[in-house]
């Protein structure tokens, strides 16, 4: 009866909807990268969950900013020395108005999510368990913010707390989350996760680290006992006490959050798990596509293996996509990235053993927003060496052929008019310079071919 009261009474509901409208303003009227490859929204439902945490740079502040206006009540309304009269201990009151604030603002967070949960059903993603840490965490983010913000409120019931408060946590919440962008220039820094808003997950197989979830689960455990330890507290010493479990929970987090930021996200166990016929291998998010795969791809490894050192497998690249550096390459193994190249998930047969075949089995040096139409012109060339045509690649630079055909084709014309022995030393060659992403491609089929 009381909690309801509360809830009527308090800003406990509009918390909660300002949350889910502004998330939802995000997601649905602005083209942000969540609907983008190689992480979109609908891909996997703990990809949903990153993104949500990546929105709270925006979201907590609400959260903070709400929670500091509700805490102001009792000192608008004049009522501090009449409730201070009373019997009934701080805590009682407390513990019904941090629940009405928190459980709000929880449950408008936790309705975000579940508008995603419906778009990736609707789209056929990937659905695990594995959100649920993710989810957790962030959740308990939007609570311990919100009390944290009803601490301060009660503390300095002035018009300017609230604005001043949300604005604070905003430029904070930005400032750790550049510190954990590889594009940013801040140093990487464990401070950055006291705020829990994450940097934008680079591939839809990954989710947050042991690591993350647990320091973070610490902070924001001892942020929320302090926050309501301190809106409960009607005494210094009471208030002095308060500040221990955030003090505490500071303590254990710093030693337990990851030193780097390679160590932020890991492989999602479930949506990475392999799933192999033979030698060809993909990920149980994209078990579909391993029917498709498996026949172009051993036809594939059978034309490869005339080189030496061919590679014997063919295996989804399921690591997130590095931001400035190559993707990963190995000597043994021909990586195919479905997450990047989105063309592979609807390819046919020729298309998927082109792909294998790009590059002789060896990726591209060049991130895939950086150019290099040397690069890709020389895994056409290398592809059409095993297939003897020359077609455009299934990825993102099939527009760019149409474009530069004509170069391309020359240089196609020279390399096929060169004896057999050359041609293939030649791809052995280029197959080394991708290996060790040292060289020219294009110059080592073709010399003067880039110029």
Same mark, same amino acid.
């Given at each position: 009866?009381?909690?309801?009261?509360?809830?009527?009474?308090?800003?406990?509901?509009?918390?909660?909807?300002?949350?889910?409208?502004?998330?939802?303003?995000?997601?649905?009227?602005? #083209?942000?990268?969540?609907? !983008?490859?190689?992480? #979109?929204?609908?891909?996997?439902?703990?990809?949903?969950?990153?993104?949500?945490?990546?929105?709270?740079?925006?979201?907590? #502040?609400?959260?903070?900013? +709400?929670? +500091?206006?509700?805490?102001?009540?009792?000192?608008?309304?004049?009522?501090?020395?009449?409730? =201070?009269?009373?019997?009934?201990?701080?805590?009682?009151?407390?513990?019904?108005?941090?629940?009405?604030?928190?459980?709000?603002?929880?449950?408008?967070?936790?309705?975000?999510?579940? &508008?995603?949960?419906?778009?990736?059903?609707?789209?056929?993603?990937?659905?695990?368990?594995?959100? @649920?840490?993710?989810?957790?965490?962030?959740?308990?983010?939007?609570? $311990?913010?919100?009390? +944290?913000?009803?601490? &301060?409120?009660?503390?300095?019931?002035? %018009?300017?707390?609230?604005?001043?408060?949300? /604005?604070?946590?905003?430029?904070?919440?930005?400032?750790?989350?550049?510190?954990?962008?590889? /594009?940013?220039?801040?140093?990487?820094?464990?401070?950055?996760?006291?705020?829990?808003?994450?940097?934008?997950?680079?591939?839809?197989?990954?989710?947050?680290?042991?690591?993350?979830?647990?320091?973070?689960?610490?902070?924001?455990?001892?942020?929320?006992?302090?926050?309501?330890?301190?809106?409960?507290?009607?005494?210094?010493?009471?208030?002095?006490?308060?500040?221990?479990? &955030?003090?505490?929970?500071?303590?254990?987090?710093?030693?337990?959050?990851?030193?780097?930021?390679? $160590?932020?996200?890991?492989?999602?166990?479930?949506?990475?798990?392999?799933?192999?016929?033979?030698?060809?291998? @993909?990920?149980? =998010?994209?078990?579909?596509?391993? $029917?498709?795969?498996?026949? #172009?791809?051993?036809?594939?490894?059978?034309?490869?293996?005339?080189?030496?050192?061919?590679?014997?497998?063919?295996?989804?690249?399921?690591?997130?996509?590095?931001?400035?550096?190559?993707?990963?390459?190995?000597?043994? @193994?021909?990586?195919?990235?479905?997450?990047?190249?989105? &063309?592979?998930?609807?390819?046919?047969?020729?298309?998927?053993?082109? $792909?294998?075949?790009?590059?002789?089995?060896? %990726?591209?040096?060049?991130?895939?927003?950086?150019?290099?139409?040397?690069?890709? +012109?020389?895994?056409?060339?290398?592809?059409?060496?095993?297939?003897?045509?020359?077609?455009?690649? %299934?990825?993102?630079?099939? !527009?760019?052929?149409?474009?530069?055909?004509?170069?391309?084709?020359?240089?196609?014309?020279?390399?096929?008019?060169?004896?057999?022995? /050359?041609?293939?030393?030649?791809?052995?060659?280029?197959?080394?310079?991708?290996?060790?992403?040292?060289?020219?491609?294009?110059?080592?089929?073709?010399?003067?071919?880039?110029?």
């Amino acid at each position: 009866m009381i909690f309801r009261i509360e809830l009527r009474r308090s800003i406990a509901p509009w918390a909660g909807l300002a949350l889910l409208v502004v998330a939802l303003c995000f997601l649905f009227l602005m #083209p942000g990268p969540w609907w !983008k490859v190689p992480a #979109p929204l609908t891909a996997n439902t703990t990809t949903t969950a990153l993104w949500l945490r990546f929105l709270l740079v925006f979201l907590w #502040p609400i959260a903070v900013g +709400a929670g +500091a206006i509700q805490g102001m009540r009792d000192s608008r309304s004049g009522v501090v020395e009449l409730l =201070a009269t009373t019997s009934r201990p701080g805590w009682h009151r407390a513990v019904r108005l941090a629940g009405a604030v928190g459980a709000s603002s929880a449950l408008g967070f936790l309705l975000v999510f579940g &508008v995603g949960l419906v778009e990736v059903l609707g789209h056929g993603g990937f659905v695990s368990v594995s959100f @649920v840490p993710v989810v957790f965490v962030a959740m308990l983010a939007v609570v $311990a913010g919100s009390w +944290a913000g009803l601490a &301060v409120g009660r503390l300095l019931p002035h %018009p300017l707390t609230a604005p001043a408060l949300a /604005v604070l946590t905003l430029v904070a919440s930005i400032v750790a989350w550049a510190s954990l962008e590889a /594009v940013f220039t801040l140093p990487y820094s464990r401070l950055g996760l006291l705020a829990p808003a994450l940097g934008e997950p680079r591939g839809a197989l990954v989710t947050t680290s042991t690591a993350v979830d647990l320091g973070q689960i610490a902070w924001f455990a001892g942020l929320a006992a302090t926050g309501f330890l301190l809106l409960a507290a009607n005494s210094v010493r009471a208030r002095l006490l308060g500040l221990l479990p &955030v003090v505490a929970g500071a303590a254990i987090a710093l030693p337990v959050l990851p030193a780097s930021a390679p $160590a932020l996200l890991t492989l999602d166990g479930i949506a990475a798990q392999e799933v192999c016929d033979g030698p060809i291998c @993909v990920s149980r =998010a994209h078990e579909d596509r391993l $029917a498709a795969l498996a026949g #172009p791809g051993r036809e594939a490894l059978a034309m490869l293996a005339k080189l030496p050192g061919a590679p014997t497998r063919v295996e989804e690249q399921a690591g997130p996509t590095p931001v400035l550096g190559p993707a990963v390459r190995d000597p043994g @193994v021909v990586y195919l990235n479905f997450q990047l190249n989105d &063309v592979l998930l609807t390819a046919g047969a020729d298309d998927l053993r082109l $792909a294998v075949l790009s590059g002789a089995g060896v %990726p591209s040096c060049v991130h895939p927003y950086g150019g290099g139409g040397a690069d890709l +012109a020389a895994r056409m060339i290398a592809a059409a060496y095993f297939t003897g045509e020359l077609k455009p690649l %299934p990825e993102f630079g099939a !527009k760019w052929f149409l474009s530069e055909s004509g170069q391309v084709d020359r240089a196609w014309a020279t390399f096929r008019a060169l004896p057999a022995e /050359v041609q293939r030393a030649r791809v052995i060659a280029l197959r080394q310079v991708l290996l060790t992403c040292r060289g020219d491609p294009l110059d080592t089929l073709v010399p003067g071919a880039s110029r």
